[in-house]
């Protein structure tokens, strides 16, 4: 059922309304009626007869007409039955402000309190919230202290006392939200519908949410993200950055997927802007709420200072924003502004001799010359000029120009700067103390610019031998797949591998050679379920050139892991083709606890164990979204090929990447699987080792 009615409703009922002006009942019923809410507002209370000069009713069914919001505010214990009766009144979305649930380890009552709910299609919104509240509908539902600065924010918190603290603040640095909504413990209603809502609200130009966590409702996170980007941008602060421990992992990408790698991956894919703090979340969200989205990727700044300029073009660099050197014909306008020893090289800079005049038309200049995908006006106070002539002056030349185009303006100085920041704020422009904020906020436009030009096509799955790989899982009673059955479970979903064979005894390996299935060189490698780490105890033989060669290789690595690893139960002998040359990168995948199958890339060696370079998805994801996987590690220039080498297929790459996320995903009985390493060369891709753990 839509959320429309519990956002915008047009009658509310507060059960647990009290007239003591102590009480949480008392107070959310005070801001309903004092905000000038103008729908219905029912007091339900058995004690009284009229509660703030509104009539109470003894309970909710004897409310005449519709009820759309039930608000309950009594004790966890009486909830249910207070439940039962909305159900009777066939009210449409109830907002549980009760704690003691979950929360506390009370499961068994938010459980029984989720079933009446379901039972009944009733939505319910907490328990163990704030409330909400709707600036544009003047409804305060909340027990908040008053209605935040109005704009349009949508914020969607899990912390309801974060909801509470963040409304003075809003309207000290004039960040306007359209609705707050406390989540709370999301035992219904959660991020992903209302991600699903505020894709089509009147009032909401940017959703930003505050997360702990999300439970297991990833996935649909993921796509219900995924659309709403499309017409609205979300920016998600996800706090508790904590690795967490799974125990059970025998892959690197088990040992690789810490919750925020898996998070920024989730994020990236549907379009959802990362906020790495409380600051930086409503920055953005301010930025994307006023400006349209960035197209391209420059940046012109525009300032009075070298040294704002020199900073902003610091972060710039970082966060790949290219401060690009302007056309001639922008030169030249410069230049009739600018003094002689100023600079009309990017950041142009007028010299602490600029007045508003000169900010107003280099700015209009930038603005309307079409080379510019972005501009950051950084000011430093001089006495030259005060700040606000500098924020009427961006306001001028924005509205001269005509033309709608990020631009973000920085003041840096005092108090006089915080005046000029909320004039600038209170007129649609965003403005931020430092040109580090303000540069993160350009690099969200253009991350957000980036996701809406990019294309959208969903997973087209690949044609692939599904019942080899059937047969090969039904047919194993172990934990981890031996590695020549990982290595045809890769082969039977596209992704090439060396020939292999699996050898017990000398004869073998001799009559395997003989029948010339294999080409040399050869490796040889043990197997062994109790070993994963084969180098470690000499299991591992290379360059193997002959059969004479061959007989010693199987030989000796039976002695060295008996003397090694006495009690390792052994299979026999792995004997596999020697792989191309090229660079080593890791392919994996993995179930997530919170998104399910996962898909992981990183480059092998090094770049992997100690820098631990590499980025995730939820799975499946197509070839186009994997090429972006390959270009985020840190390490991707060794991709392109270095010191001589060549780059290597990014789209066989890619595409070995999109299989395996088709892999993870088909059966869900993998728990995690990976190729390391995966030789990927300048024709195709080669996974040489392969380890499947199954549930
Ligand atoms: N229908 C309607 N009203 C009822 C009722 C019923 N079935 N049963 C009791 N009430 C009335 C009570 O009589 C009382 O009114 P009164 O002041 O006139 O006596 C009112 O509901 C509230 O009940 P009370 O027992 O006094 O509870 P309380 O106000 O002390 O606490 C909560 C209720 C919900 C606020 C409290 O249990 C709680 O959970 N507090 C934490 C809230 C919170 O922090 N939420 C999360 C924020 S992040």
Redesign the pocket.
């Known amino acids: 059922m839509t959320l429309q009615n519990l956002i915008e409703p047009t009658s509310i009922a507060v059960?647990?309304?009290?007239?003591?002006p102590e009480?949480?009942?008392h107070q959310i019923l005070d801001n309903i009626v004092r905000g000038g809410f103008d729908g219905g507002v029912y007091p339900?209370?058995?004690?009284?007869r009229e509660i703030l000069g509104l009539k109470c009713y003894p309970?909710i069914m004897e409310v005449p007409g519709q009820v759309d919001v039930a608000v309950i505010?009594?004790?966890?214990e009486?909830v249910p039955?207070?439940l039962e009766d909305c159900a009777k009144k066939r009210v449409s979305h109830v907002v549980v402000?009760?704690?003691?649930f979950s929360e506390v380890g009370n499961k068994d009552l938010e459980k029984e309190i989720v079933e009446i709910c379901r039972k009944n299609s009733m939505r319910l919104l907490g328990p163990?919230?704030?409330g909400y509240i709707n600036t544009a509908t003047k409804l305060n539902a909340s027990f908040g202290p008053d209605f935040p600065f109005p704009g349009k924010i949508a914020f969607l918190t899990q912390?309801?006392?974060l909801g509470v603290a963040i409304t003075g603040w809003t309207w000290m640095e004039r960040v306007g939200l359209s609705v707050l909504v406390?989540l709370?413990n999301m035992a219904d209603v959660s991020f992903s519908d209302l991600i699903d809502y505020f894709s089509y609200h009147a009032d909401t130009t940017c959703i930003a949410a505050y997360m702990e966590g999300i439970k297991g409702d990833g996935r649909k996170l993921v796509e219900a993200a995924s659309q709403t980007s499309l017409n609205v941008p979300i920016v998600a602060f996800k706090a508790g950055r904590s690795e967490r421990g799974r125990a059970a992992t025998v892959s690197h990408t088990g040992s690789l997927a810490g919750e925020s790698g898996v998070y920024d991956g989730a994020f990236k894919q549907s379009g959802i802007i990362r906020a790495n703090s409380l600051h930086e979340l409503f920055d953005k969200s301010l930025g994307l709420s006023l400006l349209p989205p960035m197209v391209g990727g420059n940046c012109l700044i525009i300032t009075n200072a070298g040294g704002a300029g020199v900073m902003a073009a610091d972060t710039a660099e970082k966060l790949d924003i290219e401060i690009y050197d302007p056309p001639e014909r922008l030169k030249r306008t410069f230049k009739s502004i600018v003094p002689p020893y100023g600079s009309v090289n990017n950041p142009i800079d007028l010299t602490a001799m600029a007045i508003g005049g000169d900010f107003r038309e280099a700015i209009k200049a930038a603005l309307l010359d079409p080379s510019v995908n972005a501009v950051l006006v950084a000011y430093t106070v001089t006495r030259m000029v005060d700040p606000m002539d500098i924020a009427k002056a961006v306001h001028e030349a924005i509205s001269s120009a005509g033309i709608k185009k990020p631009i973000v303006v920085n003041l840096i100085g005092g108090v006089e700067c915080e005046t000029a920041a909320k004039w600038l704020k209170g007129h649609g422009i965003p403005s931020y103390p430092t040109p580090e904020r303000s540069i993160k906020v350009i690099s969200a436009l253009r991350g957000y610019g980036d996701y809406l030009a990019s294309e959208l096509e969903g997973f087209k799955p690949y044609k692939v031998d599904k019942r080899s790989v059937e047969e090969i899982l039904n047919g194993t009673s172990r934990r981890v797949l031996r590695e020549d059955e990982a290595l045809e479970v890769f082969r039977a979903y596209g992704i090439d591998t060396p020939k292999t064979l699996l050898v017990k005894s000398q004869e073998e390996v001799i009559s395997a050679l003989k029948k010339g299935d294999l080409e040399y060189p050869l490796v040889m490698k043990i197997s062994s379920p109790d070993i994963q780490h084969k180098t470690d105890v000499g299991g591992v033989k290379l360059g193997i050139k002959d059969e004479k060669e061959a007989v010693k290789a199987f030989e000796e690595l039976m002695k060295n892991v008996k003397k090694a690893k006495p009690g390792a139960e052994i299979e026999g002998v792995v004997v596999q083709e020697t792989a191309p040359r090229g660079v080593e990168v890791i392919i994996g995948g993995l179930k997530d606890p919170t998104f399910g199958p996962t898909v992981m890339f990183g480059l092998g060696g090094i770049m992997v164990e100690v820098l631990k370079d590499v980025v995730f998805r939820v799975a499946p994801v197509n070839r186009e979204e994997c090429l972006k996987m390959l270009q985020e590690v840190k390490g991707s220039e060794l991709l392109k090929g270095v010191r001589g080498a060549k780059e290597v297929h990014m789209n066989c790459l890619a595409e070995g990447l999109s299989r395996l996320s088709q892999l993870i995903y088909d059966f869900p009985e993998i728990a995690e699987v990976d190729a390391n390493p995966v030789i990927a060369h300048e024709n195709d891709i080669c996974a040489v080792d392969a380890l499947i753990r199954l549930e």
């Open positions: 059960i647990g309304a009290s007239p003591n009480k949480i009942g339900i209370n058995p004690k009284e309970n505010v009594v004790p966890a009486i039955s207070v402000i009760s704690s003691g163990n919230v704030i912390s309801g006392a406390s709370g």
